[in-house]
């Protein structure tokens, strides 16, 4: 007999559906590429990279400027299912957004098991905290803050959109119950609570009223193309502006591509968000 703890699913089962790195086959290339084109970049910014707002070592914030002052700022969280990846992989993706007049701030937190769920949301309101303060400094409006993600860092845009001064958020390939991660291996190091899962899965949550891009590659797995659907259809039956975008011809990885070019598809939602 089958022991479904999800859906339809198995644990073995859901966390092959949850597998972003084992579904794209070459996803340990395309990283090697990420990381070499974000060294490149750096090089430009030295002075702004790792920037503390907090006292763990991975509470460090990368900081692009425009070159335009009182400039829009775009902040960028990475992925990695809470527990892994890092900052400095995706500094590449400043470039896109950099050539279209925002400045960019690329934020790290600190991962499981070291820190729990609430934990790490805690620690992005304490990064975009910092920010404001500093944006005197650093030179940007501080009431025209966009939020994004990727993947977990997704899910993490999307839990401070309330914060002020954030205006909009553009999520890209992400993850709005913690329900189904609970159940299967990735929940080994994040040891989700019931509470936990009630408490920080945006889509058992009351809605922000502010306008999100919710973004997902068609040749994602089945489930994340799922949860970005489902998190987008809600929130429109509540009337709430944003879109939902499903990329062709991309995977959880190569969705990236598109913010990195000025003119690719996340790059021109992230423009079109000042319109809303």
Same mark, same amino acid.
């Given at each position: 007999?089958?022991?479904?703890?999800?859906?339809?699913?198995?644990?073995?089962?859901?966390?092959?559906?949850?597998?972003?790195?084992?579904?794209?086959?070459?996803?340990?290339?395309?990283?090697?590429?990420?990381?070499?084109?974000?060294?490149?970049?750096?090089?430009?910014?030295?002075?702004?990279?790792?920037? &503390?707002?907090?006292?763990?070592?991975?509470?460090?914030?990368?900081?692009?400027?425009?070159?335009?002052?009182?400039?829009? #700022?775009?902040?960028?969280?990475?992925?990695?299912?809470?527990?892994?990846?890092?900052?400095?992989?995706?500094?590449?993706?400043?470039?896109?957004?950099?050539?279209?007049?925002?400045?960019?701030?690329?934020? =790290?937190?600190? #991962?499981?098991?070291?820190a729990s769920i609430g934990e790490?949301?805690?620690?992005?309101?304490?990064?975009?905290?910092?920010?404001?303060?500093?944006?005197?400094?650093?030179?940007?409006?501080?009431?025209?803050?966009?939020?994004?993600?990727?993947?977990?860092?997704?899910?993490?845009?999307?839990?401070? !959109?309330?914060?002020?001064?954030? *205006?909009?958020?553009?999520?890209?390939?992400?993850?709005?119950?913690?329900?189904?991660?609970?159940? *299967?291996?990735?929940?080994?190091?994040?040891?989700?609570?019931?509470?936990?899962?009630?408490?920080?899965?945006?889509?058992?949550?009351?809605?922000?009223?502010?306008?999100?891009?919710?973004?997902? =590659?068609?040749?994602?797995?089945?489930?994340?193309?799922r949860q970005s659907a489902e998190?987008?259809?809600?929130?429109?039956?509540?009337?709430?502006?944003?879109?939902?975008? !499903?990329?062709?011809? &991309?995977? &959880?990885?190569?969705?990236?591509?598109? #913010?990195?070019n000025p003119e690719g598809s996340?790059?021109?939602?992230?423009?079109?968000?000042?319109?809303?």
């Amino acid at each position: 007999m089958d022991n479904y703890v999800y859906r339809n699913f198995t644990r073995e089962s859901l966390g092959k559906a949850y597998d972003n790195t084992s579904a794209v086959k070459n996803s340990s290339e395309i990283l090697e590429g990420f990381n070499a084109r974000s060294a490149e970049i750096s090089k430009q910014f030295q002075d702004t990279m790792n920037l &503390h707002y907090g006292m763990d070592s991975r509470e460090r914030i990368d900081y692009f400027s425009c070159g335009k002052k009182d400039a829009p #700022l775009f902040i960028f969280i990475h992925g990695g299912y809470w527990q892994m990846r890092c900052k400095d992989t995706f500094r590449f993706l400043a470039k896109g957004p950099i050539a279209q007049g925002f400045d960019v701030a690329s934020v =790290g937190y600190p #991962l499981a098991p070291s820190a729990s769920i609430g934990e790490i949301v805690a620690s992005i309101r304490n990064a975009l905290y910092f920010l404001r303060c500093h944006s005197d400094v650093l030179g940007f409006d501080n009431s025209r803050i966009y939020v994004s993600g990727w993947s977990a860092g997704a899910h993490l845009a999307v839990s401070v !959109l309330d914060e002020p001064g954030v *205006c909009g958020a553009l999520a890209i390939s992400g993850i709005y119950d913690l329900k189904p991660i609970s159940q *299967c291996f990735l929940n080994d190091k994040l040891q989700l609570t019931e509470n936990e899962i009630l408490l920080y899965s945006p889509l058992r949550r009351p809605f922000v009223k502010k306008p999100i891009a919710v973004v997902v =590659g068609a040749n994602e797995l089945p489930e994340l193309r799922r949860q970005s659907a489902e998190f987008a259809m809600h929130r429109a039956e509540e009337d709430i502006p944003g879109s939902f975008n !499903l990329l062709s011809n &991309h995977n &959880h990885f190569t969705i990236l591509e598109e #913010l990195e070019n000025p003119e690719g598809s996340l790059t021109q939602l992230l423009v079109q968000l000042i319109k809303y």
